[in-house]
């Protein structure tokens, strides 16, 4: 009962600290997100020591700090067209890895380049669509866009949790999360179409019943894989919490493992499905 209390407060207190920093904008959430990307390269970094795997630690802070900043939506357009300042600095983060691993090579260096640009692409560039949706398609409507895979994730993980502990019986993914079954996942889906239809059917009608019904699929199901991808993360490394920062949650990366895929895929969502984009 009391980790279960500590993982209720926490996960009270962050909600009420995000949507506050969410409803700011972009000036309160790039230094937020600044900080999560730094706690959770940190994380990451730490759990690579445990295996003795050795990765660029100033180019993950230098350049997943300018991933972020180039995520801003309201930067000026590339002067090239069909790119994006993200893109161009991933492919200078390439680059740079490159040529510091010729010149200094050291032991292992194709492995210290993998494991450093894995680095900047799970964490800093997933954190850069929380920005870029904040802004979809305005700064009113992103507001509402930026809750959706908030709540759906949430009422995936409650559903998946209550469903799972009365009907769970077959294994999602026995070899990488053996708690996870089917049927958790199955009623985590169907509990997180209930909540996106009542928000977008009655609270705020942008939406019908079959759109709300694919996005909770599309949203359930990513929440669900981005558990999964970090479960097979600790797995291989051989780790059981990312970090101890989160009372009751671990580290940083466990507690947003599901929106590092649900927010990606709720702006994908969008601008494939909704916005023409």
Partial sequence: ME???SRVSTAVI??????AIVYLGWWAMLPALLLV????LFEYVRML???DIDVRRGTLAVFGSAILIASLPMLPDT????GSWREAVLTVAVGYLLVIEVIRPGERPLERIVYSLFGLLYIPWLLGY???LRYTPDSELGLLYFALPL???FAADIGGFFGGYTFGRRKLAPEISPAKTVEGAISGLLFSFVVIAVLTEFVYPIWTPAEAFLYAMLVASASQLGDLAESLIKRAL??????????GHGGFLDRLDSLLFAVPATYLYLHISLLGG
């Avoid at 962050?14 to 949507?19: A, K, N, Q, R, W």
């Avoid at 990307?37 to 959770?40: C, D, K, P, T």
């Avoid at 051989?238 to 009372?247: F, H, N, W």
């Fill in 3 to 5: 980790t279960l209390s």
């Fill in 238 to 247: 051989k780790t059981k919490d990312s970090g101890t920062s989160l009372p």
């Fill in 151 to 153: 709540l759906a994730t």
């Fill in 37 to 40: 990307s730094v706690m959770g």
């Fill in 14 to 19: 962050g909600f009420l600290v995000v949507s």
């Fill in 130 to 132: 929380f920005l870029m």
């Fill in 79 to 82: 002067p090239w067209p069909g």
């Fill in 49 to 51: 020591d445990y295996n």
